[in-house]
Antibody, heavy 115, light 107 residues
């Protein structure tokens, strides 16, 4: 069955770089894209970006200068890197499989930006 | 960017009532709208795709309608497990965007 799972540090210091990994199973990254979505505590969902099955990427313009999404198809992993983190980047970060609506989501990982 | 405006922000209902949640797009998006339910501390769950297409495993009391700029998620006879937050999301153009959500709460 299709599964996605996010992993990474729960705490990041301000101005540092966030690195998250989304490990997928049950589908090929060469056939499906993966999106990243974040949700600050008590707030709504924000689409961050996508890496498509062909490896191309698109980003939210508000984050584009700080964000990078890449993948390793052999490991079935997608990576998110975002630099210059600030307290407002505190959020639960989700990966999900791209498609006609996002039917498959990871459980999410809470990232707190604090010194 | 396409802005999705959801209304109302909060809807207070009694179990057994039927409700309609609205999502309005800032420009025409055909039927490229999807609806999600998110319960507290859980990942979003896809309820409806492309405005009105049902999703396997989702109760039939959930339905969607609309095209262009105005969309509606309807819940026929709300059950206790339905009290949560609902989001719409457009896939018409990048960047993909979500609405700000409607919280369905018990009256």
């Amino acid at each position: 069955q299709v599964q996605l799972k996010e992993s990474g540090p729960g705490l990041v210091q301000p101005s540092q770089t966030l690195s998250l990994t989304c490990t997928v199973s049950g589908f090929s990254l060469s056939s499906y894209g993966v999106i990243w979505v974040r949700q600050p505590p008590g707030k709504g969902l924000e689409w961050m970006g996508v890496i498509w099955g062909n490896g191309n990427t698109n980003y939210n313009s508000a984050l584009k200068s700080r964000l990078s999404i890449s993948r390793d198809t052999s490991k079935s992993q997608v990576y998110l890197k975002m630099n210059s983190l600030q307290t407002e980047d505190t959020a639960t970060y989700y990966c999900a499989r791209a498609g006609s609506g996002f039917a498959y989501w990871g459980q999410g990982t809470l990232v707190t930006v604090s010194s | 960017d396409i802005v999705l405006t959801q209304s109302p922000a909060t809807l207070s209902v009694t179990p057994g009532e039927s409700v309609s949640l609205s999502c309005r797009a800032s420009q025409g998006i055909s039927t490229s709208i999807h609806w999600y339910q998110q319960k507290s501390n859980e990942s979003p769950r896809l309820l409806i795709k492309f405005a009105s297409q049902s999703i396997s495993g989702i109760p039939s009391r959930f339905s969607g309608s609309g095209s262009g700029t105005d969309f509606t998620l309807s819940i026929n006879r709300v059950e206790s497990e339905d009290f949560s937050v609902y989001y719409c999301q457009q896939s018409y153009s990048l960047p993909l965007t979500f609405g700000s959500g409607t919280k369905l709460e018990i009256k």
